[in-house]
């Protein structure tokens, strides 16, 4: 899975645009020693791993194979299938995500329930993704006894429930799969485009109407033109890299026999290789990452283009009237189909062990007998605590090296500012199973893998890249005055980066929760690189082998790994669009 | 440099410095574990492990414990001791010269045919330490009266319960849990050993029959007699392909919306949490072409120790004795692969009379599809699984079972040979 930023991209996809930072002050001396930690980690742990695949999809046994390897992968059942289903992933969510989180933007924007609509948007975006698995599981059960959406379908079908069209049978399930990824990050694009509306000048939208324009003018001349294009670019560009997270929704959901109908090429790498490096799977890797890469600095410079000239920060002034009605009914009709699923994962969790397995969540009076048995497990508390610790000490670390590495990376300009941005990018988006073989060879030279060490080592490397950009981005932002005052006064390198550090806690704040949530949300670096402790993720999707007989206590044990998480986010949301937009808007 | 060349000096560089920092994987006074257990089990085995004079740690690892094995070993910090549930790993680690051979100690007595699995080149590379009895159907004797002796019995029932079934809504005869690839795959080699004998089973365990002979399309086309009757499974094949081991049983204890399910032994753990009422299940045996014919497959878990590891071999040899599974005998649930340990220490009556029946069977053949290579073996969505959930599907949305038949062993034919090659 690689490390999808969750609102960075906002940030790092501004920044190889215009090179707007005409203050060069050379970094001093030490600027090797700063980047030193940054550069050993991601040369280690990132770029070698990906050379290493790249040399094992042409070799075999250290013999040179040309494209045999690549043929046969493609030779095998299903690949080409799995490589369409990838691409159609990376296609079609984007596209559904980006109109929905639009339309929801300008549905909840102005009414006065809009604030209950974007809160029960945005709790699915902190969600694990193994709990989303968890919850749409649930949700989508076959039998209409359990599941919901079984019994609506079959409802509406006119259909007896046993005959009710199947949404995990084979031939919906991969649009159940994609429904749950939409479900968790249609709340994403909204705060994006919220964002992005908030900032457009009021008086634009009056001048065009000034000018005799209609509705449409305003939406194509005051809006569209100079800014949803390029916010359209970069949340579709943001979805698509995420669509690599399906790995966690697909190994969650499917239940074996359709897993091949799901499969895309996360999971199909997984399948052949495992955490080791196999000729086929580093063949279907190699495709991968190049996908990934090209895609991703196809859509930077695209954005790059479409990137209209600064702005001056404008004051948001509502003189827009509330939306109609039926706009309002929208927003409402969204947050109820967006409530559903999160009420089967709530009340299952609320059933006793044993009924949650035979009966109807919504039948029965709630216990807490579910929660009462997971919060008996000592391996749920291990699992807790040994996730926790893995976080603090990840997110510290994360911190520690990408800050040092932002403060001399934070003067370049030009060529060299672009070069950076993208190669950090494209290392944020490497997707890990395709390395997982090599970094185990890494970590298995100086520390070990398989021990908690190896396993955070893995979690910063995957974090340092994209933590270096946003902090990189909004150092870069600091007023040349300030900067200039500073230095004239004799300051020393350290006190400088005390100032930014002071100037940019917003940022920081954004970095360290992002970073935070993302190790303690993961399943793919914990199953490919296990310690002796299970982290959270892995935990609760081992105990999914069974669903059906674990759903209540798995329910529990999802809803209690959500708790922190959600409240992170929901607490910190403001300062995160705020700490990664700030780049932009400026 | 080849790939043999710079893992050496992977290794020797991690030699190096793993004495530096400790040596946190191998160190002396304790020894490592990597189960593929979770839950109950785990925590019955650490129970076990705990009488082990040096302190044990274990380590939960479940199904994919291969690519977490081969990932430590590609590391070079595999642990001490791993327990595995195929055979067909076992051969494949000691060939590629991961594993330590072990000495079991003389009150280690496993089945004929069992033994033999464990062994390359003469050498002796792990112990069997459970087992699992996979020949078994499970019923409510009120909802069957005569439990079927033959093949066909079996068949003629089931058709006589789906008659039934499609006209008042009784029952369906039979509950599968087709999510599962592990469920088909049992099914399968019950058959398959009945129709073709040890000698062509355990020959295409070995890779050396053709599984487009006619001994596995005939066993194949037992299954899809059975499989093909119409309103054989509850809410039909499709439903069934989505139902997990579990919920099968569940639809047998519970709801009652099936008579009979087959599997292993340990359904009785299931079946103990979901019962209504106070009805016991009974079962029998999966039953052959003639009233003698009585397939036996067992399945179970190999306990191997890692190349340069002492505590491991040390670990090893003390699972193989006769008392060291006290603890989990005394716990239930468990069956001993150790012919050595009395009949009556299993508390269970059923376990009792399961490890009687180990005793008594002439043939034992161990789970085909863990013995065979590669990813051929299968998993959710891979292999061996795969293939039969496909026929499955096949047989009971009305393909010909001619068309699906000869599809399968097809299929299974380029499966066995891609995992040939790969190796």
Known sequence: MSRVPLLGELAVLDDVGAPRRGRAYPAEGATWALLAPAVLLLGALLAWPVLRTVQASVTSDGRWVGAEHYRAAFAADGTGAVVLRTVLWALLVPAVVTVLGYLLAVASRRSQEGWLVRLILVVPIALPLVVTGVTFRLFYDPDPERGLATLVLARLTGRAAEQAPQLLGPELVTVAVMSAFVWAWAGLAMLVFRAALDTVP?????????????RRDVLWDAQWRPLLLRTVAVVFALVAVGTSRTFDLILVMTPGSVRDEAAVLALRIWQTSGATTTGEGAALGVIWLVAVTVGMLGAALFIRQAWPLPQPPAVPAPVAPPPRRLVRLFAAGAAVAWLLPLAALVFTSLQHPDRAAVEAWWSRHPTIESYAAVLDNPELWRSFRFTLMLATVVTVAVLIVALLAAYPLAWLTGPPALAIGLALLAMAVVPVQVIAGPIHEVLGMGFSSGTVQGLALVHIALGVPFAVLVLRNAFAD??????????????????MLRLLVQHNHRALLAVAVLEFVQVWNDLVVGLLFSAPAAPLGLFLQSQTREFVTSSGTLAAGSVLASILPVLMVLLASRQIVAGLVAGGVR | MTALRRRTLLRAAAAGTTVAVAGCARDASSVQAAVVWNGDELARFRAVVA??????????VGNDIDSFLAARQSAGTSPDVAVLSRPGLVVEYAERGWLSSVTPTTSYAPPAGLADLLTVDGQRY???????????????????????????QLVSQTRRLAARHRADGGPAPLAVGAADGWVLTDWFENALLDVAG?????????????WQGQPVQYALDRLAELWSVDGAFPDGGRRALLTQFEESVIQVVHHRSAVMVFEADFVDAAAARFRRGDEQLSTFRFPGARHADKPLIVGGDVAVAF???AGGVELVHWLSKRTAFGPWLEAGGYLSPNLDVPVESHRDPLRRRLAEELRAADTVQFDLSDRLPGTFTGTDGVGIWRIMQDFFMEVTDGTAARYAVSRTTRALAAAARAARRRR
């Open chain 2, 126 to 152: 792990g112990v069997w330490i459970k087992a699992a009895h996979k020949s078994l159907f499970w019923y409510f004797p009120s909802l069957l009266e005569e439990p079927p002796k033959t093949w066909d």
């Open chain 1, 478 to 495: 600091l007023p040349a005055d300030r900067i200039r005052a500073a230095r004239l006064s004799g300051w020393h390198w350290w006190s």
């Open chain 1, 202 to 214: 009021a008086d634009l939208a009056d001048a065009v109407r000034a000018f005799g324009g209609s």
């Open chain 2, 198 to 210: 040890a000698g062509v089973y355990d020959a295409l365990a070995r890779g050396e029959a053709d």
């Open chain 2, 307 to 309: 190349a340069g590891s």
């Open chain 2, 51 to 60: 009488n082990f004079p040096a302190p044990v740690r274990v380590i939960g």
